[in-house]
């Protein structure tokens, strides 16, 4: 149950990033897909690291889209680099 709402928090995150993203993107589905990326990434880190505090709804969230925004940011940058 816990990897299904790992998923959900993803695709959130995936979406809010994408609209905190002013810029032509990768379209909605891609914004989820490439927010999920970034929002395991960046669980991952932050549990290992020990700097999540609590399993809340909303500090999964957060952590999530900030991690969500920063790899939708450096996929957008590579993206224009190589156009």
Known sequence: MEFIWMILIGMTAGWLAGQFMTSKGFG???DIIAGMVG???TGLVFERTGLFTGNSLI???LVATSGAI????????LKKKHR
């Open 59 to 61: 500090g999964s969230l």
């Open 28 to 30: 909605a589905v891609g």
């Open 39 to 41: 929002a395991l990434i």
């Open 70 to 77: 920063i790899f939708l940011y450096g996929l957008r940058a």
